[in-house]
C-alpha cells in the first residue's frame, strides 16, 4: 500500500464515528467535502484526499481506515475488468 505522505493523494477510505462523538448525519454535513461512495448506520466509504481524512482524525470526528490510493484501487479495477474479458 502508498505511502500516507502526500496531502494531495485521494484515498478509499472507511470513516467510523468516534464513540462518544457525532454521529453519521454530523459526519457527511462537515464541510470537508467528502466524495461518500457507501453508506450505512455504522460507517461511511468514501474517496477524499489525504488532508481531508487527516483533519477528521484531527479533529476526533472519525476513525479512518486507509483502505488504498485511488490509484492503486483504478489499477485493480482495470486489472478485473481485462480478466473477465478473458
Given at each position: 500500500?502508498?505511502?500516507?505522505?502526500?496531502?494531495?493523494?485521494?484515498?478509499?477510505?472507511?470513516?467510523?464515528?468516534?464513540?462518544?462523538?457525532?454521529?453519521?448525519?454530523?459526519?457527511?454535513?462537515?464541510?470537508?467535502?467528502?466524495?461518500?461512495?457507501?453508506?450505512?448506520?455504522?460507517?461511511?466509504?468514501?474517496?477524499?484526499?489525504?488532508?481531508?481524512?487527516?483533519?477528521l482524525?484531527?479533529?476526533?470526528?472519525?476513525?479512518?481506515?486507509?483502505?488504498?490510493?485511488e490509484?492503486?484501487?483504478?489499477?485493480?479495477?482495470?486489472?478485473?475488468?481485462?480478466?473477465?474479458?478473458?
Amino acid at each position: 500500500m502508498a505511502d500516507r505522505q502526500n496531502p494531495d493523494t485521494r484515498w478509499i477510505a472507511r470513516l467510523t464515528p468516534m464513540p462518544g462523538g457525532v454521529d453519521i448525519e454530523r459526519l457527511l454535513q462537515t464541510s470537508l467535502g467528502l466524495d461518500v461512495w457507501e453508506r450505512n448506520q455504522e460507517e461511511l466509504v468514501v474517496r477524499a484526499y489525504e488532508s481531508q481524512l487527516r483533519e477528521l482524525e484531527r479533529r476526533r470526528l472519525a476513525s479512518v481506515q486507509w483502505l488504498r490510493t485511488e490509484r492503486e484501487y483504478l489499477s485493480e479495477k482495470e486489472s478485473d475488468e481485462e480478466e473477465s474479458q478473458t
